[in-house]
């Protein structure tokens, strides 16, 4: 009949949706109505191909709201379609393909808002596909019910029970699971059915829950369901080891997974909170499209966090052009103030924004704020010299957050919390990298680091590991007096802003000790042996003047060292060593043919000497400075990223 009236009018305009009753009475076809009616009448009249027009640019790799770098897919199977479809791409539903199928004509997905664009062709024949897997969709809410037991065990028709009592109450099972074991099974339905679903089971299997050999059935919220679909996926080895491995470098826990036989679909279970960044780390892996994200969280916005924030502006379009890199700083705060943008804040007017912030500095409350987002490839820099917000890394990297940071507080720390830090590190596949800890912008910690690694046996550590003191003790003579250098060096900047914390030797022993951890010693900060170079009565004065008083004093006691040496040909330099587990920190005489003597400035110099070097090997360059120690971080912010 239907073909009658084509050939009588080519052209035929019909009412979809509506359909009638097997008693003749006015009914509709429901969700996907109108195209479905477009398919039967297609199929009705053995069209070529079915087009169907929505909103959108035919069936995309994955739901855009979700992934932004989804894309539009140019053909694909039935059974690609109906996989994708079952797990929420709303763009086209299963009774649509079903007529289409059954005769093999081709389905094509047009936009009515974009009609030149050619959309998506779904067909009965398998296409060539550059890309590993088809697409990827998702469920967002859903209920896992776990039955568990020795009862279930090695008994036939315990799954069928199961199974049989969910069907009696029309509850639809959207995914399964089961251990090899036997031992317990894992359904996955519609938050809305579980509580039917639970007195279902438990009646169904209240002899084994009373006798105890099958545990209350298990119920959990707040899960997602995705699925990775692709004929291409038969056969192809390793294919499952990359979608785990996307999901794991984004800290992304897996409850349960699924894959039959055919290999044309790969489930998984997440929590809800990771549906959107699960998406996003597995598209990125097998479309590889756009930038890879590094999401920065920066504290402290001083001298180092300010240069920092410039350098990152101007390597922005190198990093995003050359190196595939979208760097957002999307977290940053000051001792005042704090601010957060999920889409990353202009760096052209950074300052402006976080003094415009309505936030309130709170290192915990930043923290939190920092674990909630969630967002994908995420840093955390700690600018800081706070030993409070240290205490913060072990939660920090338990969510899989890296840290990047010159602050050497939570490195020299007790040997039980470094030894933390590190475990979770290894626990968490997560970054933790202090390059700046030591030696500003030198490759210090790297170079160790690596020359323990080949195996090589570090005998000897020498180094003048403070800016400061380097530049104090190069500039001291017989004809300059020791307190109007340190003063000097303050004008310069190359102090703290209490020059104590510089003369009291801390500084270099924090980094002889880090020096030390990292080639295995277990040495405290109480074992480094310190010469503190802050006179008795000068450390409890009470303002800088009052110091620089006391200071003076001092002037000729050391004078009286600086040419005791030079008449001997010697130089004083506060070195900090380390040998045979001890290490220490104070000034040595070093004669012409010692590395140290020829520097200049605020050049740190280390010198390490080992079963490979028994002639040292010599690091030497700017060991305090803005430009040096933000280009420092920076490096190993990109380290991190490709992590």
Known sequence: MISSIKESSPIQIVTGFIASSTDGETTTLGRGGSDFTASLFGSAL???????????DGVLTADPKKVPKAFSITQMTYEEAMELSHFGAKVIYPPTMQPALDKKIAIRIKNTLNPLFPGTVIGPDKTENQHAIRGISSIDDLALLTIQGSGMIGVAGIAERIF???AKKEISIILITQASSEHSICLAILPHFKEAAVDA?????????RDEIINEIEVENNFSVLAVVGENMRHRKGLAGRVFKALGDDDINISAIAQGSSE???????SRNDEAKALNAIHRAFFGIGRKPLNVYLVGTGLIGGTLLNQIQDQIDFLQNKKSLNIKIVGLADIDRMVFDKNGIHLDSWQKTLNASRLESNPEKFVETMIANKLQNSVFVDCTASTALTLAYPRILNNSISIVTPNKKANSDTMEFYNQLKDIVRENNTQFLYETNVGAGLPVIDLIHNLVLAGDEIHRIEGVLSGTLSYIFNTMSSERLFSEVVKDAKLKGYTEPDPREDLNGMDAARKILILAREIGESLELSDVRVENLVPEEARSAENEDKFFEILAEYDQQMREKVIDAEHRGLRLRYIATLENSNAMVGLKEVAEDHPFYQMKGSDNIIAIYSKY??????IKGPGAGANVTAAGILADLLKAAIH
């Open 264 to 270: 044309l679909n790969i489930s998984i279970v997440v």
């Open 164 to 166: 049989s009592a969910l």
């Open 613 to 618: 070097y028994e002639t040292p090997m010599v």
């Open 46 to 56: 053995n069209v070529k191909e079915i087009e169907i027009w929505t909103d959108v």
């Open 201 to 209: 089971l438990r009646e169904e299997l209240k002899y084994e829950i």
